[in-house]
């Protein structure tokens, strides 16, 4: 059971001990092993502008063919991005007090010039983030985010088109299939690729960054456990929920998280305890499994952690209302492409790259990140999907 539900974490935890072990006691001679690190990087790097495509648009026509519309629909997305929003501030305003990327300041800063200043223009910042000026520039692992604005829009017109487009929607689907099995397999190597990449990493910058690596992660911990006790009472207490009846339903979904390491495997156990707590028949069919899918708080404070260590490994410290703004922001789109594609493939990590302006293969430096803090993301992944619903109702009084 544990190697079921651990097992690729552990291969990957394990590639990781390995390269670092390779590079601590090859020093700079372990760069011989960038090579094998490349090229499983370049594998995942064609996979990803096809998954992308058929991820996004195949999950806006489900999300049609669910029948959760209007009202209910509506005020679901509006708490889940919300929830979203006050995860990302909360993590980041709790990563500039207690800050773990001291260390790191400035260790990529011969690799590329200021990411972001402090008198960013936002609007500028955005259009360029968001949007392209030709058709073939969205084939490109660097404009992540207009190719997720494209599939959006494509999806939504086949879901809107309902039959007439039924041989597109078909082809979506199929091809989403194709694309993850594609997937799977290449990522069946990421342990002896993101091994190499890390041996050669750490062969570069010494082995004091696995000390850095490991405060991020006690620093995700400490604010996963603040947002689990406190954020989700104080969600709860304004739902109407008594404190000891909600912490009774919330141990099911908790154990389920961590013994799982699934959003996924969480979703009928918080179906359950949302019907224990009152929630209604249509709410419960609706929004959870909406949510497992659009909305992940952990993904968002793990995403934080990613966004942050690139900035301050690039010397960029993110000060003032712009950069604070695109650093949410970008933390909780992160999120939702992650959960609107069933294998990661590096896509949430390659967002941060593109929208940031670093080299692709920086995804792998971030990767690590998310592995160790796949527990605590978790975690808050699935309860926050049984706080959801509370709100939902409390909003729509159905």
Known sequence: MIWKNYGTSILLLLGLVAGGILGVVLGEDAHVLQAPGTLFLNLVFVLVVPLVFFSVSNAIVVMRRSGVMGKVLGTAMGVFMV???VAGLFAFGFMSVWN??????GQGEN?????MKPDLD????LVSAFTVNDFALLLSREHLLPLIIF????GMAVALLGPKAATIERFLAEGEKVIIKMMDFVMRLAPI????????????LGGQIVGNYLEIFVVVMVVTALIYFILHSVYALFSGIPLAKFWKEMIAPSVTAVGTCSSAACMPVNMTAARNLGVSEKIVEGVIPLGTNLHKDGSVVTSTAKILFALYFFGSVPEGFGPTVMVVLLAVLGSIVVGAIPVGGMT?????CAVLGLDPSFAASLLIIGTICDIPGTLLNATGNLVAPLLVQRFTKE
């Open 122 to 125: 936002l609007g500028d910042a």
């Open 83 to 85: 929830m979203s929003l």
């Open 151 to 154: 599939a959006l829009l494509f």
């Open 111 to 115: 690799l590329v010039g200021e990411i």
């Open 348 to 352: 949430g990590e390659l967002l941060i």
């Open 100 to 105: 773990p990327y001291k260390g790191v300041l």
């Open 193 to 204: 690729g993101i091994g190499c990449y890390f041996a050669d990493t750490i062969g570069t």
